[in-house]
């Protein structure tokens, strides 16, 4: 069967779906970048990409410790995707617990990233075997997902989603202004752990597509790209996830074509639709003015949490 692209690409697009791996491709793409443009939101509204990007070194560290404990222990179903679940889990827990503020978190991601860094070098040099699946997580493999990976994007992708459905409010509120939701009773530590440990599964699940060095891609880039089109955070939300959705099956179809991984395709694309809104978009408000105008209406519509 000739799969040579021809501009028909409704065509195109069903050849290219006949075949299984494409199939999954997408739907695991779809899933992450549903993911990745909810999560990212917040991701950037809290100022903490740094800790996105901490989270995927410190999940690699923990890929790498999977593999070996299920070399050392025989635990065949302990794969690498486990282990940097468990690791960028644990890590963020971590940073969590060590700051309370979420603007003050810098300095304790560079310590618990270069603590995670030494153990993942340890696992790796115990590892007598071909580290394959600790690699690929560093570029992703999004064409080599397979349908138990899918399943299992997909029952991460209902948790993230309920869970952020279920404290969005509190989220937004602390986001916002961390100190003024503390004053009024929200329980901001427990809202910041659960908040990071929704962003470690989110890039767990995430490297599937972009892998571990370019998890920005997807989980910073289009919600930054939003926060120049719409001030409200619904609106930003929803173009996060339009442009996540778009970059990524925009470069899947790229990617079937050319002998080139569909990673690259992705940040290319949405890196450039950042520097065009950047160039081409005059902004309505600025970053202080869209965070005042809904700090003054969640403050106006949040219950006191202290009564």
Known sequence: ?????????????QQMLSLSFMRQGFEAGTMVAIIAGVMGYFVVLRRSTFVAHAFSEIGFAGASGALYLAQALSLPWLTATYGMLIGSSLGGTTIAMLSRRSSHRD?????VLAFALGIGLLFLSLYTGYATQAISLLFGEILAVSLDDVYRTLAFTVVILVAVG???????FSSLDEEVAEAKGLPTLTIGVVFLLLVAVAVSV????????????LMVTPAATAQHLASKPGRVIAISVLLALLVTWVGLFVSFYEPYPASFFITALVFAIYVMVRVFHRR????????????????????????
Do not use: C
Request: glycine share 4%.
């Open 107 to 111: 300095v304790y991601v560079g310590i």
């Open 206 to 217: 995430a490297v599937q597509v972009t892998g571990v060095l370019l998890i920005f891609s």
């Open 1 to 13: 069967m000739d799969f040579s692209f021809s501009w028909n690409i409704l065509s195109d697009l």
């Open 284 to 307: 309505i408000r600025t970053p202080g003015e869209h965070r005042k105008d809904w700090k003054d209406r969640v403050l106006v519509s949040t219950k006191d949490y202290s009564s």
């Open 166 to 172: 279920l404290i969005y409010r509190p989220l937004l």
